[in-house]
């Protein structure tokens, strides 16, 4: 099948343009040896006859200076192994801003590729009074053009109208071989902006239109004083969203997780397979997916302040504060992302050009507290601290969850400024980045980006946690032992799981966690959450025999709240030890994928168990020599 | 800010007074002369020619990041951030000042 390839600067209405094409008939994997997502799709160019279009990732030019931009010039001039070089290349050019636009597309055409052009959002071009000269254009550039717009629909048809006459000359005439090297002299670039001034003073012209809405919004928003303050209360806003919004699918979901449960026991007649499946596969793979709406929530956040243009200021913003502890501004997109889960932060540190700063950013994003830590905090928050009003709007432990949070970041600053002195050290880091101008998201991006994270989540709930589960159940069930008779089924099933071998390690354990405050009980949680923190909650239900309820944790709060062994330091040494640990699979092999190998994970959990053991040993001191 | 007040009264479209771009406050412009050698990112001058900071175009400081630290340039129709260190390698010939409508 003919390949083409759409190839684009960052917010050039690229993905918009490639979603408009293919609409669903996506799919996404990843680049050989690193985890940069590689979206194909399926374009019709005649009844019955179809191609692969490719979405490349976003690039200034062809002279890569990110992992991204490395991909986009080696798929273009054919030098990765493990794919082949398109035939065609659709070059994206922005109408709003073709002065910039124009520089890829002429790199583009020095490859001497089958190239057709387009131009992407025309419909804004027009409110600005920007009229583009097509065939002037074309003239000049010496390659068609095509007008388009993604949410207007126009151009679509005449965009595959002429690919398939690129493909149909193709097909006379293979595509030319070897790539050809990418000059950047600074002789050559000059010459290049000049093609592009005169290409535009004959086919462009601007009429005087009302004044620059992205300068007016601007001027707000980057204001000394108003900028940071609708920062702070956008992300303030959006945090307060999700968590009040998202509870109620929330809710729904962790009843239906349960109603599911009781179904099942009921149908199935008792014995390991109903085991298996009720309190193995369906608690612990239930136990996640319930995050699900709160991981989308704050994509569908983070997918809008993209597109709209925000997220570039944040970064450009707090800039200053990345700075202070050596990492990028660059950095504050993927640790913000980390707050609903490390994994996608952690591939959104590709946009960091340092190698070392995006190491030390991979590096501290899993500190950023997760939605998987919520369920802990939670619990632990509603079994030790008092729910009082504090200056009548605030609640206490409403107090203590955002301190969490605060010390999730805390605790990422430090590291990275650490490391940047010492294991990878590195000296002052450029930031250089396009402000783009302000733009109506798109709906349908938003979902199909959305539709894209649930699938990937949905995947590894149903793969590694999986997995896990089953395994945990293995360990906490095997092997069996008579209880004494005269106990409760609750209590039966407290006294297998002590002697199983999850129990009996946890029991070995003991002596290590002993100056943390725990016993063997939270042993056994720790151990079963070293794959997945949120496991922790249906363990620690198991151990005290209370049978842990999803739809509220009173149960397991009061159970706590009466164990002689858990006390007030032992809560705030739990707390310091899950806000710093690494207890995540995914994380881990998503780290190492990403750094392409084993030795940074390694590191990552060395450093972080370290920390979380120390930290926790220190508050476990402290708040008993306090209390 | 002696470089600046001499700036603001010079009323010559090419003055001579030539200063980094760092140094530049919100609303003042210039026309970029040259590239000085970047130690911390050897490639910096390529990638700022390449995204349209070529000798010879004209630059203006827009907004200066609230915490410092950092500008926010336009240059050729966009709006480009970055960092005062990065914006120390530009040579300016500065051309108008802020004082100017």
């Given at each position: 099948m003919t390949r083409v390839a759409l190839v684009g600067s960052p917010n050039s209405g690229k993905t918009t343009l490639f979603n408009a094409l293919t609409g669903s008939r996506q799919k996404t994997g990843n680049y050989a040896g690193v985890t940069i997502e590689k979206k194909e799709g399926i374009i019709e160019l005649a009844p019955g006859r179809q191609a692969t279009l490719l979405d490349l990732p976003g690039a200034y030019s062809l002279d890569a200076r990110t992992p991204d931009e490395a991909i986009t010039a080696e798929m273009v001039r054919g030098a990765r192994a493990d794919e082949s070089r398109p035939e065609i290349v659709i070059a994206v050019a922005d109408s709003t801003n073709l002065e910039r636009n124009l520089y890829l597309v002429l790199q583009l055409k020095e490859q001497k590729l089958p190239l057709v052009v387009a131009l992407t959002m025309s419909d804004l071009a027009e409110k600005q009074g920007i009229e583009v000269r097509r065939e002037k254009l074309e003239q000049a550039l010496g390659v068609p053009v095509v007008v388009t717009s993604a949410v207007k629909r126009r151009g679509l048809k005449e965009l595959i109208d002429e690919v398939r006459g690129l493909a149909d000359r193709g097909a006379e005439a293979p595509v030319p071989g070897p790539a050809i090297d990418v000059d950047n002299s600074s002789a050559r670039i000059i010459e290049r902006y000049q093609t592009i001034e005169a290409t535009l003073k004959s086919a462009v012209s601007r009429k005087q239109t009302a004044r620059d809405v992205t300068r007016a919004i601007d001027r707000v928003l980057l204001h000394k004083v108003l900028g940071p303050l609708i920062l702070f209360v956008a992300f303030a806003l959006m945090f307060q969203l999700i968590f009040s919004f998202a509870k109620i699918p929330m809710d729904a979901l962790a009843a239906a997780v349960s109603l599911l449960q009781d179904k099942l026991r009921a149908a199935l007649p008792p014995g390991d397979f109903q085991s298996l499946l009720v309190d193995g596969v369906i608690a612990g793979v239930g136990a996640v997916v319930v995050f699900l709406p709160q991981i989308l929530l704050l994509f569908a956040f983070i997918l809008l302040f993209e597109d709209s243009g925000y997220l570039a200021r944040a970064a450009f913003i707090l800039d200053r504060l990345m700075s202070r502890v050596g990492l990028s501004g660059r950095a504050f997109i993927p640790l913000l992302s980390s707050f609903a889960c490390a994994i996608p932060g952690i591939m959104a540190?590709?946009?960091?050009?340092n190698r070392r700063d995006r190491l030390i950013t991979i590096m501290v994003s899993p500190l950023m507290t997760c939605s998987a830590r919520i369920p802990v905090y939670t619990m632990l928050i509603a079994a030790f601290v008092p729910a009082t009003r504090v200056f009548g709007v605030f609640t206490l432990q409403g107090l203590v969850m955002s301190g969490l949070y605060f010390f999730g970041i805390v605790a990422a600053l430090v590291v990275a400024a650490v490391l940047k002195r010492t294991v990878l050290k590195s000296g002052t880091s450029s930031f250089v980045m396009e402000l783009p101008t302000y733009k109506i998201p798109s709906a349908r991006n938003l979902l199909l980006g959305l539709y894209d994270r649930a699938r990937i989540f949905l995947r590894r709930a149903g793969t590694i946690i999986l997995g896990v589960s089953v395994v945990l159940w293995a360990l906490a069930t095997y092997p069996k032992t008579e209880a004494p008779r005269g106990l409760d089924d609750k209590a039966v099933a407290a006294y297998r799981l002590e002697h199983s071998i999850a129990g009996r390690a946890g029991r070995a354990f003991e002596p290590l966690i002993r100056p943390l405050g725990y016993d063997w009980k939270i042993g056994v949680a720790l151990i079963s959450s070293f794959a997945a923190r949120e496991v922790v909650l249906s363990t620690l239900g198991t151990v005290y025999a209370i049978g842990y309820d999803k739809e509220n944790n009173t149960a397991l709060v009061n159970r706590v709240r009466q164990e002689k062994t858990f006390t007030l330091a032992t809560a705030v040494s739990l707390l310091v030890f899950y806000a710093l640990a690494l207890q995540c699979v995914s994380t881990i092999a998503i780290t190492r994928r990403e750094t392409n190998s084993w030795r940074w994970p390694a590191f990552m959990f060395a450093y972080m168990t370290t920390l979380a053991y120390t930290m926790s040993w220190l508050a476990y001191r402290v708040v008993t020599f306090l209390a | 800010m002696i470089l600046n007040k001499l700036a603001n009264k010079s009323t010559a479209r090419y003055s001579l007074v030539m200063t980094r771009l760092a140094r530049l406050r919100a609303g003042q412009r210039g026309v970029i002369d040259s590239f000085h050698h970047s130690h911390h990112d050897p490639r910096l001058a390529t990638r700022l020619m390449e995204m349209g900071l070529t000798v010879g175009s004209e630059i203006e400081v827009a907004y200066e990041a609230p915490f410092g630290g950092a500008l926010a340039v336009r240059c050729r129709g966009t709006l480009i951030a970055l960092r005062l260190g990065d914006a120390e390698i530009v040579e300016i010939r500065l051309t108008a000042g802020a004082d100017e409508p």
């Open positions: 540190s590709r946009t960091v050009e | -």
